[in-house]
């Protein structure tokens, strides 16, 4: 984990705790450093304050997945799929679905 990344993420959140961009960054940093229950935490406050981040979904479910947690993954992703198709991202939802397609 970056100290000084992390450090920054924390400042940003200390002033607005639902800052879903400081939260995803957070999250990121705990998972490059193999926290795997801190990332989760943070990657599903994002989720709480933004459903429709669709990389919160597919980074919540990478960390499922590694946590051996594939029902769980499969059901982030699914929610995280129809956002995808509501939003009309092509891009997000073919990772989503190549991730889905995993869980099986």
């Given amino acids: 984990m970056n100290a000084d ?5 924390r400042a940003m959140l200390d002033e607005d705790p ?14 490059a450093g193999d926290d795997l229950e801190a990332a989760e935490a ?9 459903p429709t981040h669709l990389y919160g ?3 919540l479910a990478e960390v499922l997945l590694a946590d051996l947690r594939p029902d769980e993954a499969a059901e982030v992703l699914d929610a995280g799929i129809e ?19 995993e869980c099986e």
């Fill in 18 to 31: 639902e800052d879903a961009f400081a939260l995803y960054g957070l999250a990121m940093e705990h998972k």
């Fill in 5 to 9: 990344r992390a450090a920054a993420l």
């Fill in 57 to 59: 979904h597919y980074q």
């Fill in 83 to 101: 956002h995808a198709r509501g939003a009309r991202d092509g891009k997000a939802l073919s990772e989503l679905q190549a991730l889905r397609d």
């Fill in 42 to 50: 943070l990657l599903r406050r994002v989720l709480a304050v933004q």
